[in-house]
């Protein structure tokens, strides 16, 4: 019997009890269904992130102040008071790969202006901050490095703080109260969105280190070192030499854990990548879980409509069907079903994950991949759980069959 | 017993005409049931030649029925040879014996078994779709069988809006739509009304005269068995009489003698009425004598 002919008689046996192909579709539908939307979300979160890594900058290496553990990090924030400028200025005297280096100080301060106020993170660094992190101007300029030396009272800021506090007006120029100090706004920082954790890169204030360092927190070393090297591969090459040159400026003896850390923007990307692999990969397993039981629903209704059709079996055989026949005939069947539940679950995985980026505003990236893996994963199903019901039939007595009440 | 085993062979050759069809050659068949083995067939050697139209009988537990299944394929032989068509099929794989049944065999069963929800010309065209006969030859074929044996305009119907006539009629036109070379039918009349049954042994009789089509009927009714040229009688795994059928019925004459079914309605609505008659009038003698009784 040809394939077409087969592909027919499956539609037609499976049309004559449409409840019940109906539900034992389901579980395939949910399956597949469920597959698709959570890859698609899955999928979604990592372009994110990877759109978030592109935007610390390019090449970037960052070293911290802190201990590094196995399994997490612990920053132990005025604990660690030995990562200097002093020591940055040595990375880039003595480290060829790094191009350009810039400190960062962190602190949070209750800011003023008007009768608008906010808080919010002001870090202290240098003017080639902006370069390293590939950060633009939206409007006004960046400070310069005199007014670094110099200590001076000014500062840019990030879109978010530009609207809570200047609503409409021009900030560019007005004086804002940091803490208790009155600083010039010089420019407004483009807009870059959320970063890899979720956090509003926007909602930052940005001012000399020196200020920072010695007006508003009172200290004398800083929290991050972020440099940029001259390649991708520079960047992971300078790692090692940057930790053997700080062991030796901060004398940590041979065995002793460091009391910095360093990350390149690919160890980044790839802990956010793993974490995301790792997270779809579950939820992806958890769908799984719900094909694997609509396979066995599927063979479950094919024993059963095994044993109801003995009969026609018998007559098949008895005008000429051969074994391979009428396995192929239930095989056929057993595909059709499960198929027919993928189709239908590709559409609800793309509705749900249309649904979901729609209401709860997450991002989706519908992949063909998984199309692709959720028809070929609906055909397994349907061959390996309908192998056995079609192999049982095929072996069916012709004369018991005949006999069958 | 000998006797009579000599007396058939030396009648036969002289009543049958044309190719041996069917040869058994000392078959035995032996079911294995694990503690016990049932021996089913001991030793049965039979020839039909082209046309004949034989009756097997035999009361349950004869080997009647294992006889069929091996002369229809469906089962193979524990000993001894079976040539179909001068091939012997007693070695062959169930594939090549699928193909057989095919090509070669038709089959009508007491049961009719016709595919239910499938139409009667879908019913007819199976055994073509199995031959891998292209779909608008395999449609011709069906109009073709089914116009055999008058079914032409009930094409549409399925089964269940057939009466069991038709059905095994639908069920004959299956059988002879790959133009096999012999029709086994097994009790076809069994589940049939006496004159049904006697339309489906006229179709019969009309393929075996008109066509030569060799046909072998398994039948336990004697009556059934006088509308065939030849009856062999098989006990408990042994073929016991052979004899060619004297005096043999001709169904459409006997179809004249029987009363119509409209006429077998009136007969039936008849002698209803008279049964109940009589038991209003014995009711009424009964009162009568009771109401006496009483006095």
């Known amino acids: 019997m040809d394939f077409m002919n087969t592909f027919r008689l499956a539609l037609r046996a499976l049309a004559r009890n449409k409840m019940r192909s109906a539900l034992t579709m389901l579980g395939i539908i949910i399956g597949v269904g469920a597959v698709i939307a959570v890859v698609s979300i899955g999928q979604g979160a990592q372009y ?5 890594i592109q935007a610390m900058g390019t090449n970037v290496v960052f070293i911290a102040a802190g201990s590094s553990r196995p399994g997490g990090m612990r920053v132990g924030y005025g604990g660690v008071k030995t990562l200097t400028v002093d020591d940055m200025n040595a990375i880039l005297r003595e480290i060829p790969l790094i191009k350009q280096a810039a400190p960062s100080v962190n602190s949070r301060r209750q800011v003023v202006y008007g009768n608008q106020n906010w808080n919010t ?48 007006e ?8 940091i803490g208790d100090l009155p600083f010039r706004v010089d420019g407004v920082l483009e807009s870059k969105g959320q970063n890899v954790m979720g956090q509003d890169q926007d909602d930052a204030i940005y001012a000399p280190y020196t200020t920072v360092q010695r007006k508003i927190s009172g200290i004398t070393w800083v929290q991050f070192i972020n440099s940029s090297a001259v390649s991708q591969v520079a960047s992971v090459a300078a790692v090692g030499p940057i930790t053997s040159l700080l062991r030796e400026r901060h004398r940590i003896r041979p065995g002793d854990d460091d009391d910095f850390f360093v990350r390149t923007q690919s160890d980044v990307a790839d802990l956010a990548n793993q974490t995301q692999s790792v997270m779809t990969m579950l939820l992806g397993g958890v769908a799984s879980v719900s094909l694997l039981v609509g396979g066995i629903g599927i063979m479950n209704i094919m024993l059963v409509s095994v044993t109801e059709r003995t009969r026609e079996i018998g007559v098949r055989m008895a005008v000429g069907a051969t074994e391979d026949d009428v396995q192929r005939q239930f095989l056929v069947e057993a595909v059709t079903l499960s198929m027919m539940g993928g189709a239908i679950g590709i559409l609800f995985g793309l509705v749900g994950s249309a649904l979901i980026s729609n209401f709860l505003s997450w991002p989706t990236l519908i992949s063909g991949k998984a199309i692709l893996a959720a028809v070929f994963f609906s055909a397994a199903v349907g061959i390996f759980f309908g192998y056995y019901p079609a192999r049982k039939a095929a072996r069916l007595d012709p004369i018991e069959a005949l006999r069958y009440e | 017993m000998a006797e009579q085993a000599t007396a ?29 083995q049932v021996q089913a067939l001991r030793g049965v050697s039979m020839e039909v030649r082209e046309g004949e139209f034989v009756a097997v009988m035999g009361p349950s537990g004869s080997g009647k029925s294992t006889v069929m ?15 179909l068509d001068g091939l012997d099929v007693s070695g062959m794989s169930k594939t090549e014996l699928a193909r057989i049944r095919n090509r070669k065999l038709g089959f009508v069963f007491q049961q009719f078994n016709l595919l239910s929800r499938t139409s009667a010309l879908e019913n007819v065209e199976l055994p073509t779709v199995y031959a891998g006969i292209s779909p608008e030859e395999r449609t011709k074929r069906a109009m073709e069988s089914l116009t055999r044996v008058g079914l032409a305009d009930r094409a549409g119907h399925h089964p ?17 739509v790959n133009r096999p070379a012999i029709l086994l039918a097994d009790e076809p009349t069994g589940n049939l009304d006496s004159r049904t049954s006697v339309e489906i042994m006229q179709i019969l009789q009309n393929l075996n005269d008109e066509q030569g089509l ?34 043999r019925l001709i169904a459409h004459q006997v179809l004249q003698s029987l009363p119509t079914h409209e006429e077998q309605a009136a007969q039936d609505d008849a ?25």
């Open chain 1, 48 to 52: 994110m992130v990877q759109q978030g």
């Open chain 1, 121 to 168: 993170g002001v870090t202290g660094t240098t003017p080639n901050y902006f370069d390293i992190r590939k950060w633009s101007i939206q409007s006004g300029s960046v400070f310069s490095d005199q007014e670094v030396d110099l200590a001076a009272n000014v500062c840019v800021i990030g879109t978010t703080v530009a609207n809570i506090l200047f609503l409409d």
């Open chain 1, 170 to 177: 021009n900030p560019i120029g007005k004086t804002i109260r």
């Open chain 2, 8 to 36: 058939v062979t030396e009648s036969k050759p002289a009543a049958a005409s044309g190719q041996p069809l069917i040869r058994l050659e000392n078959v035995h068949k032996v079911y294995d049931l694990g503690e016990i």
């Open chain 2, 69 to 83: 299944n091996i002369l229809g394929c469906l089962d193979r032989p524990t000993r001894g040879h079976y040539y």
């Open chain 2, 160 to 176: 269940s809006q057939l009466s069991g006539g038709q059905q095994q009629r639908v069920a004959i036109a299956r059988a002879l």
């Open chain 2, 214 to 247: 060799t046909i072998v009927m398994v039948t336990h009714e004697h009556d059934i068995s006088q509308f065939t040229k030849r009856a062999m009688e098989f006990r408990d795994g042994k073929l016991r009489r052979d004899t060619m059928v004297q005096n």
């Open chain 2, 271 to 295: 002698e209803e009425t008279a049964r109940q008659e009589n038991i209003k009038t014995r009711e009424r003698q009964e009162k009568l004598t009771g109401t006496e009784a009483t006095k």
